[in-house]
């Protein structure tokens, strides 16, 4: 068999469960990975050793951050996301903090949790999946919008803060995408 990038690498991808996590989780399989999935559910991915954790409340995220600095990955995908669509108004507080507590404040603690492995290996990469919608704000979308605006800037600050290191961080914000994230709520 022929040795790709991410044979053995060891792989942590939060939000697994999704149309873009299952795809994702799919290929780092495919290729070799030591592949972990973190997600709230199984996940539906059988092949992947699942971690149970639940990213929308600080008690949640405090847990998976434990997990990840314990299992040391070589790369860690922060791609969990929820999504509410709707004017801000009619938006429940519990709805706002999840939000922010999914898709800003779980991935910058993950984070993290990993750098201190990364550091010392000299070795990393981190991908932070966020939204075109952190860059372009739209109407029916604020918390969304601002949360991922927030990991775009995070993400920047940290690639200039691992500058001199051989940890890379990456910021992807894909455009629309068929998945179970879109709600129907109006």
């Known amino acids: 068999m022929m040795r790709t990038p991410l044979t053995n690498r060891k792989v942590i991808l939060t939000g697994g469960s999704g149309g873009i996590g299952k795809l994702l989780a799919a290929e780092f399989i495919r290729e070799g990975a030591d592949f972990s999935l973190m997600s709230r559910?199984?996940?539906?991915?059988?092949?992947a050793r699942h971690l149970k954790a639940d990213l929308s409340t600080p008690e949640g995220i405090f847990a998976a951050s434990e997990i990840v600095s314990q299992e040391d990955p070589d790369i860690l995908v922060n791609l969990a996301g929820v999504q509410y669509f709707g004017?801000?108004?009619?938006?429940?507080?519990?709805?706002?903090s999840e939000s922010y507590m999914i898709n800003l404040l779980a991935p910058v603690a993950l984070c993290?949790?990993?750098?201190?492995?990364?550091?010392?290996?000299d070795d990393g990469q981190i991908v932070n999946v966020g939204s075109?919608?952190?860059?372009?704000?739209?109407?029916?979308?604020?918390?969304?919008?601002?949360?991922?605006?927030?990991?775009?800037a995070f993400s920047e600050a940290l690639r200039r803060e691992l500058?001199?290191?051989?940890?890379?961080?990456?910021?992807?914000?894909?455009?629309?995408?068929?998945?179970?994230?879109?709600?129907?709520?109006?």
């Open 112 to 121: 993290g949790a990993v750098l201190p492995g990364m550091r010392r290996r």
């Open 132 to 152: 075109i919608f952190g860059s372009i704000a739209f109407a029916h979308f604020a918390t969304y919008s601002s949360a991922k605006a927030g990991l775009r």
């Open 163 to 186: 500058v001199d290191t051989n940890i890379a961080v990456t910021h992807i914000a894909p455009r629309a995408v068929r998945t179970g994230l879109l709600t129907q709520k109006c």
């Open 87 to 96: 004017p801000i108004e009619n938006q429940s507080l519990s709805e706002m």
């Open 41 to 47: 559910t199984d996940g539906g991915v059988p092949e």
